[in-house]
């Protein structure tokens, strides 16, 4: 592969961009694998690339129904965060956010990671009480956040309102290196460097079945035919409960759709990005100046990727209260994702009844800021059998009770 440098542009500047390789192949499938893994969006392709560069298993395809990276990857408003509150949450969620910094440089691709600060607004007592809490929680798991004051929340961010009718803003966890990166350069930049490494994507193949023998994964009868496998990834986010049933177990997840929108560009105005839990909505401004606006998820489960007018209206109406300057913008699009919830709102990374086949999921609204984190563990627990980071996001944890409860750092749709 071709380095992506400065010098390289400059010399297809002068050669008319003749030069240019195509940044991934497109492979037909082999008849066997050491690994396949099911779903190209960010978990599944930086399980595969990390299983290449950690443990060099690189005899590895992921195999996509659609287009790489078209899944809830490509759907998602890109907010990176690491203020959870348990642990466990902490740990993977951080380990995530530090890889993001240097990933443009590790992919050589840039990924726009922008650690611009997140803010989580709060307006409510009781939510000054839960943010303090876990910026105290975040100190000792070497998480940096703080909790700001509401002058501090206006210095950082102009165009918020103070004052609200119902909701004045009280505060706010402020995570200075928290952000945003481009959501399809993630996905663009773990494939090259998967095809790079010998790995194949095979796109438009869709799994319709899982094999198995003597209670061991054999391999998979996708669109374009059977794959052998010695081990097997399911990386399918909202269609995880299909792939689970495929292989023979159920799962403790609902999958619904989440839905986003953006404005119209305009000028630079907001340099940070701000949630407000209590009424519901987040915002951030693209580089291209969109204000790029996150909504809820849908209150019955369902597999519909787009968006709908109720939801924009309540979540506009919502945000209009804090942000009353952007009820002048218009609307240029919104979207709909399919997301798997679980019931601690923490996700599984974990092997499954079938012995070796993994399962990575469960994250929900919010899985993009996870995406290094959790490809670094996943890739572990693939190649190792366990790993710290996903010891405790086991299937087995809601047989015993052990939750991982992250209902309020997750009680936004982001
Ligand atoms: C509107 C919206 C906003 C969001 N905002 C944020 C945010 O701000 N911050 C954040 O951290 N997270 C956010 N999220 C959540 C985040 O997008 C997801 O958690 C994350 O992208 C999941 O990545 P993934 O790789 O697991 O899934 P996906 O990107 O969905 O990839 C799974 C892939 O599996 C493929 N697949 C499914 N079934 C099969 C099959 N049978 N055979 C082959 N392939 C199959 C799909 O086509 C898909 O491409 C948001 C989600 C949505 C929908």
Known sequence: MKRYSAFAIAREAIRFHSGWERAWRNPEPKKRYDVIIVGAGGHGLATAYYLG?????????????????GGNTGRNTT??????????????YEKARS??????????????????????????YHEIRGYQRTAHANALQGVTTEFIDPQKVKELCPIINLTGPRYPVLGALWQPRGGTARHDAVAWGYARACSDMG??????????????????????????????CDKLGLVVAGHSGVLADMAGFRLPVESVALQALVSEPIKPCMDVVVMANTVHGYMSQSDKGEMVIGGGADGYNNYTQRGSFHHVEETVRALVETFPMISRLKMLRCWGGIVDMT????????????????????????????????????????????????????????????????????????
Request: proline share 4%.
């Open 343 to 414: 019931g601690d709102r923490s996700p599984i990374l974990s092997k499954t009844p079938l012995e070796n086949c993994f399962i990575n999921c469960g994250w929900g609204t919010g899985g993009f800021k996870a995406i290094p984190g959790s490809g670094w563990g996943m890739a572990e627990l693939m190649a190792k059998g366990q790993s710290p980071l996903t010891e405790e996001f086991g299937i087995q944890r809601f047989k015993d009770g052990k939750f991982i409860d992250e209902s309020v750092a997750a009680g936004v749709a982001h």
């Open 99 to 124: 890889l993001y910094e240097n990933l443009s440089q590790e992919l050589n691709y840039n990924v726009m990671f922008s650690p611009r600060g997140v803010m989580m607004l709060a307006q409510t």
């Open 53 to 69: 560069r950690n443990f060099g298993i690189t005899n590895v395809v992921v195999i996509e129904k659609s287009w790489l990276g």
């Open 79 to 92: 907010i990176i965060r690491s203020n959870y509150l348990q642990d466990p949450s902490a740990a993977i």
């Open 199 to 228: 790995m194949d994507i095979i796109q438009q193949c869709e799994v319709k079945a899982v094999r198995q023998k003597h209670g061991k994964v054999v391999g998979v009868d996708t669109t374009k035919g059977a794959i052998d």
